[in-house]
């Protein structure tokens, strides 16, 4: 059984020492045989270093390295060409330390050619690198980017930082314009996770090839359902019996029922609207541990991402109701952010489908994503601890899954209330938001503000087996009759918000469509009184 890469090994070590590798060389020798210049965004831990990793070896022509690869039986002719490669990973606080490490990774990249590099503007150092190799061997330079955003991602939450981290990269970054257009590249390839728009760094990099929503290259990262067949024959026997033996999967489960798990639990990407991927890193390192935790979202999570969706509540919970245009899609202005293109370059969002040419719909790709960033995000906006939150997220699937109104109820107003105490802007956006996680979390298939012929209503809620949620919210404030007690008040006050609820779903026939579609449709009318009262009537 081949050992797996779970610590983020080098191309060479993996070859030499024979660890798992899923062969990604033949996308690697179509991109090269292409030349020119190239992006590529994927999610961070996607893999991207990785690929970046073997195109470097490949192109300093070291051919043992590739037996047994695709590429090893190819018409590949294994020319050595000279490659500057470098990862603007690291950290790089101010506009000066940035500029340091910049010019410390030239430093490292000239070294294993001996060539003298002496400090100056970071854009001048890697000209002089790249024209002297070019001198010295005679052949143009593979110049690899990996992580190019890498700085300014780190600063995405505060604008003005941000704004002074990308103009020392828009600086430096107009080098490799200057030496592609002055013939000097072989090939360039840079690699990040979000495309930010000509407005910001990629004005100089308008010479670049994005192959980010090339269907050729969906799989170019991550591993395809038959990859991870092949892969999965080896490890599958002792991950079933592990599961199994701590009551984790029942003893009856099959590994056909293992295979659904993995995929419901890490697969899901999608670049095309029609292939999907799993997730490299996940994958990995589950193989590794033998049981299912949310090893990409453990390493890190943007801490601008839930701050963030905070202040744009309404749009995190239409984040995917709606077609995106490809433009908007594929680049990020740092300084007017939105929340769907970011998103879906950071990995929490995917295309569920292609709408038409250019305009695509966007989704959670999988359980270990929609249950990870909802449950963060409901930890940020109540205050709570992370398994009060699960508790109660718990409760309202179990009131959902039998009919329970009263228990839905229960639910939505405790955690309601756990909102009411934050001192959020926007508070009504962040409610709605609240429930929505709290559903997604649960890894429902949820849609917020539906469009339908009649109107639009507030959520569907698709709980699987042919079954489907249509509900509407409505709210009251809270205003007392003459001698009418606070809880008599309470209680009209919930009769009439659930009952014009309950009237605008009948009138407006929501459920039409899905009638016609599932076989068991119901509807959820919610009645919202001051901060915290819920009534609910499941018809």
């Not at 059984?1 to 798992?20: A, T």
């Not at 020319?79 to 940035?98: C, D, H, I, N, W």
């Not at 002496?118 to 790249?130: C, H």
């Not at 109660?392 to 228990?407: N, P, Q, Y």
Request: glycine letters at 8%.
């Amino acid at each position: 059984m081949q050992v797996l890469p779970d610590r983020g090994q080098s191309f060479r070590i993996i070859r030499e020492d024979n660890l798992l590798y899923v062969d990604k060389t033949e996308y690697i020798y179509n991109i090269i045989r292409n030349k020119g210049c190239f992006f590529l965004s994927r999610p961070r831990r996607f893999g991207k270093s990785l690929l970046l990793n073997a195109m470097a070896e490949l192109l300093k022509g070291d051919r043992g390295l590739f037996e047994g690869l695709w590429i090893g039986s190819s018409d590949y002719d294994f020319k050595r060409y000279p490659v500057v490669q470098f990862s603007m990973a690291g950290e790089s606080g101010t506009p000066g330390e940035l500029r340091s490490l910049i010019r410390g990774k030239l430093h490292a990249a000239a070294k294993p050619y001996g060539m003298p590099l002496f400090d100056g503007p970071p854009s001048a150092m890697l000209e002089n690198l790249v024209r002297d190799l070019k001198a010295a061997a005679g052949e143009r330079v593979a110049v690899l980017v990996d992580e190019y955003d890498a700085p300014i991602q780190s600063k995405i939450g505060s604008p003005a930082e941000a704004e002074k981290i990308r103009l020392v990269l828009h600086d430096f970054y107009s080098g490799l314009k200057t030496l592609a257009d002055g013939d000097q590249l072989q090939i360039l390839f840079v690699t990040g996770v979000t495309k930010f728009t000509q407005a910001s760094i990629f004005s100089v990099f308008n010479i670049l090839d994005d192959l980010t929503m090339n269907p050729s290259y969906n799989a170019v990262c991550g591993f395809t359902a038959a990859e991870l067949e092949a892969i999965l024959g080896e490890f599958l026997p002792d991950v079933l019996e592990h599961n199994k033996s701590l009551g984790f999967i029942p003893s009856s489960a099959s590994e056909d029922d293992l295979k659904r798990m993995i995929k419901d639990y890490y697969d899901g990407y999608s670049w095309d609207g029609r292939n999907r991927v799993f997730n490299p890193f996940s994958l990995v390192k589950f193989l590794s541990a033998k049981e299912f935790k949310n090893f990409w979202y453990s390493t890190g999570t943007p801490t601008f991402l839930p701050e963030f969706i905070k202040n744009r509540p309404l749009e995190y919970v239409s984040s995917e109701t709606y077609p995106l245009n490809e433009d908007n899609l594929n680049a990020v202005d740092v300084k007017e952010l939105e929340l769907a293109p970011l998103l879906f370059q950071t990995g929490y969002l995917t295309v569920k489908e292609r709408v038409d040419s250019q305009n695509y719909m966007l989704t959670g790709p999988n359980l270990e994503v929609d249950r990870s960033l909802n449950n963060s995000l409901l930890t940020f906006l109540t205050g709570k601890k992370s398994a009060a939150v699960e508790r109660l997220s718990s409760g309202i699937r179990t009131a959902l899954e039998r009919c329970d109104a009263a228990g839905l109820a229960d639910g939505f107003s405790q955690i309601l209330g756990w909102v009411t105490h934050q001192q959020h802007p926007a508070l009504e956006g962040v409610k709605h938001a609240v429930i929505y996680s709290v559903l997604k979390s649960l890894h429902f298939n949820v849609k917020s503000e539906v469009s339908e012929a009649d109107g639009t209503f507030d959520m569907e809620i698709f709980m699987g087996r042919g079954s489907v949620y249509v509900c509407e919210f409505k709210q009251e404030k809270f205003k007392k009759k003459r001698g009418e007690s606070d809880e008599d008040a309470v209680g009209r006050l919930l009769d009439l918000a659930r009952e014009k609820a309950r009237s605008q779903i009948i009138r407006k026939k929501y459920d039409k469509r899905l009638l016609k579609e599932f076989k068991t449709v119901k509807r959820i009318a919610v009645g919202i009184v001051g901060n915290t009262n819920v009534g609910a009537e499941i018809f």
